[in-house]
């Protein structure tokens, strides 16, 4: 991991939120140590992430493993986006107008350019012929022969960061492209021309919007950031019947920009943001609550992405390679994380790693056991104990280690070991401080 990274990470502060809820989010091990942009599930098991490191991930395991896709590859762009119509039928878009299309879980082809210059932002699939990519141009570029062909329409000057398509309870649905400032909108069937409408509430000071999502029936909702006084979260809603966009009636904890929102029912709504912020709202916008990450002294970077493919299994993903996913919507006290409870105890990668200046310790208990667990240096000697016999319930638990020894004092740079011991047997990982 590249020391600017960590620095990045480290000094972002988390999200004051006044709130008691408590969040089962799970840390995982992506393997990446750049930003995680994009992220979309295509079942409760299987999902897609996309990063600025050149790399495209998929897990079939609800993220215990990542494999990237790209690396058979000797050059592949910095990706901003995925989406999928379907399991067979994917895209992920990039910088330089580039486009990688995947079929069925593998790359069909090499990276193909729809237009060298232009980075593309965003990306929809209609159906799996008719596919649309937003641009930083300003730019719509669609195809409706899969991707080998396309034809290019200006419809803002500004970026177009999300593409959505409605899932109608009528028989007409509608395109959506959305700017920082502005949305624009075209009908699917019968089609139409693009048009833009300007949004009154994002043209206040260093206002924007980030991203847009529909629920099952037509109400929309914009997350992005509110400016004039100070930086706040901003979220817009639009029912099918609303003229206009308008604001949640009740604030949304937090501060700063939220960057991507998901929708997975009517009732149910999910955002991230700036310094780990994940909201939810559980009464379709009525009222929001903010979690608290359950990682006490490992702070949490920006989230780019939220992706639920129902009101329980979702992902968040952003920078430093991070990846948070829950199987219970953030419940606390259920993890729904893999298969249940492990027949047998777990002791996972520490999570950053490398780290600096501290790392999170995750391990799994298949029954009650009598725990302590350890850290080594090199040489085998005792440089901490995180946790000292203590008797812990079956389930995941998780421990944090700040990088100092047993007197308090902060130890050097190097490779060290922690060690996991239960009534049942030892388990030991490596984990890497770098200063």
């Not at 730019?139 to 177009?160: F, N, Q, V």
Request: glycine residues 12%.
């Amino acid at each position: 991991m590249k020391k600017g990274l960590l620095v990045s990470f480290l000094v972002i502060s988390v999200f004051a939120w006044n709130d008691e809820l408590h969040a089962q989010w799970v840390l995982q091990n992506s393997g990446v140590d750049s930003v995680i942009t994009d992220v979309v599930m295509i079942d409760t098991m299987t999902a897609y992430a996309v990063s600025h490191g050149r790399m495209i991930l998929r897990t079939t395991d609800r993220g215990e493993t990542w494999v990237d896709l790209t690396a058979p590859l000797s050059y592949v762009m910095p990706w901003n986006a995925v989406a999928f119509y379907d399991s067979a039928n994917g895209m992920a878009v990039g910088d330089q107008g580039a486009v990688f299309t995947i079929r069925g879980g593998n790359m069909a082809g090499w990276c193909r350019y729809i237009t060298y210059g232009p980075s593309c932002l965003s990306v929809l699939y209609v159906d799996p012929s008719d596919i649309y990519v937003g641009a930083d141009s300003g730019r719509i570029y669609h195809s409706l022969d899969s991707g080998r062909t396309w034809s290019s329409e200006k419809i803002s000057e500004w970026p177009i960061r999300a593409l959505v398509t409605t899932v109608p309870l009528f028989a007409e649905g509608q395109n959506y492209a959305l700017t920082p400032y502005s949305i624009c909108s075209k009908s699917a069937f019968p089609s139409s021309e693009w048009k833009e409408s300007v949004i009154p509430a994002l043209q206040g000071l260093g206002s924007a919007a980030y991203d847009l999502g529909f629920s099952y029936g037509g109400t929309g909702f914009i997350v992005g950031v509110g400016g004039d006084f100070w930086a706040s979260p901003l979220i817009l809603r639009k029912a099918p019947l609303d003229t206009s966009w308008t604001m949640v009636p009740s604030s949304v904890p937090g501060s700063g920009p939220l960057f991507s929102v998901s929708v997975p029912s009517h009732d149910v709504i999910y955002a991230c943001g700036v310094s780990g912020g994940i909201v939810k709202s559980t009464d379709g916008g009525d009222s929001w609550s903010g979690y608290s990450l359950p990682f006490a002294r490992v702070q949490i970077p920006n989230l780019y992405s939220v992706y639920f493919i129902d009101e329980k299994h979702g992902f968040a993903v952003g920078e430093s390679g991070t990846i948070l996913y829950t199987g219970n919507g953030g419940v606390a006290g259920i993890d729904d994380h893999g298969p249940g409870i492990p027949t047998d105890f777990v002791l996972e990668q520490n999570y950053p790693n490398p780290f600096n200046p501290a790392t999170a310790i995750s391990y799994q208990l298949s029954a009650v056991s009598k725990v302590s667990l350890v850290v080594y240096d090199i040489l085998g000697r005792k440089v901490v104990t995180l946790v000292n016999g203590e008797r812990q319930s079956a389930g995941r638990h998780f421990a944090n280690w700040d990088g100092t020894n047993h007197s308090g004092e902060r130890v050097g740079s190097g490779v060290y070991y922690y060690r996991l011991t239960t009534e049942t047997g030892t388990r030991t990982r490596k984990a890497v401080l770098i200063k």
